[in-house]
């Protein structure tokens, strides 16, 4: 028996991939390569290129592969971006996760880990979000996520289906230095990208009401957070009764200036960061409480803010 991994040749899904198959739970990939890259998934795993938009395919592997459950993470994941292409987030986030669904009741599959995002919050009152914070997402992104999470809950009711959906904020670092961070968006490949030109990286807003004035957010280590999706698969697989959702967040965060400092003595490139206003929208402090995902899937944070910075900065000089 297998897990098939969606978006396993991705940055998160790569991790992933690896932690499964350091315990044995035979992953099987399924990457569109939209984003992810053929040489993140190791040879012996098997793969297979394909759109999880593609139901009758998606329902041929999971026969072929026999298997047990999926750990679902292929999607648009570009919260920013999709304003502009919001159509493209509900048809790849929504519609491909009614398809997977679809696809598993068809050939009788029945368990699922669901890569959820802290997007689905969108800008909580709250400066500690638990999982019972209310849900307004602000984007078509956090919007798909959350249908997402409603399409698996419905289709628990209707089919059985057991599952869990996992909610983190900004996921940092690599496990492996032939893994690294390939989106184009996220806050450490921008840092390095600038560092690597010459220029500058900026801070936005220096006068908010944190302990150094500078926004506040979760950073988790992504190996860190692919042990938690390996083990939310295992407790699945053993018939145990997981919540819905978990936060997986650190409980107290980083602030931005941090973040710089961090990078300055891992990379020993000295730089003074250029200091913009505030964007709007942004709030102080967003930091997940995760209580609940330490008590059943055996959370917690492993790696420091300078081990998720090396390890990440190491990965990008690798290439």
Not at 271 to 282: A, I, K, S
Request: charged letters at 20%.
């Amino acid at each position: 028996m297998s897990w098939l991994v969606t978006g396993g040749a991705g940055y998160i899904g790569s991790h992933v991939v690896r932690a499964l198959d350091a315990v044995g739970l035979a992953p099987v990939v399924v990457d569109s390569l939209s984003s992810g890259l053929r040489e993140f998934v190791p040879d012996h795993v098997p793969f297979i290129q394909a759109s999880i938009l593609d139901e009758d395919t998606l329902t041929a592997l999971l026969v072929e592969h026999q298997v047990a459950g999926v750990i679902h993470l292929a999607g648009y994941k570009y919260a920013g971006e999709s304003v502009s292409h919001p159509l493209l987030a509900f048809e790849q986030n929504a519609t491909g996760t009614a398809r997977l669904l679809a696809a598993m009741e068809r050939a009788g599959v029945d368990r699922m880990v669901f890569s959820s995002s802290a997007a689905v919050y969108g800008t909580p009152g709250e400066a500690l979000v638990t999982e019972q914070t209310g849900t307004f997402p602000q984007s078509p992104y956090g919007q798909s996520k959350l249908i997402g999470e409603w399409l698996i809950r419905d289709q628990a009711v209707a089919a059985g289906l057991k599952h869990t959906s996992l909610r983190y904020f900004n996921v940092v670092g690599s496990g492996s230095e032939e893994l690294f961070d390939t989106s184009p968006h996220n806050l450490f490949p921008l840092v390095f990208r600038a560092l690597n030109s010459g220029q500058a990286p900026k801070i936005f807003g220096t006068d908010y009401d944190t302990e150094d004035g500078t926004c506040v957010r979760d950073y988790v280590h992504v190996a860190d957070l692919a042990l938690a999706h390996v083990e939310a698969a295992k407790q699945l697989a053993a018939g145990s009764g997981l919540e819905p959702v978990y936060n997986l967040g650190s409980g107290d965060g980083a602030s931005v200036r941090q973040i710089m400092d961090a990078v300055a003595a891992v990379t020993g490139i000295g730089f003074t960061p250029l200091l913009e206003p505030r964007r709007p929208g942004d709030p102080a402090r967003i930091v997940a409480d995760g209580t609940l995902a330490a008590r059943d899937l055996g959370w917690r944070m492993r790696h420091s803010l300078q081990d998720m910075v090396d390890s990440a900065w190491r990965a990008s000089r690798a290439r």
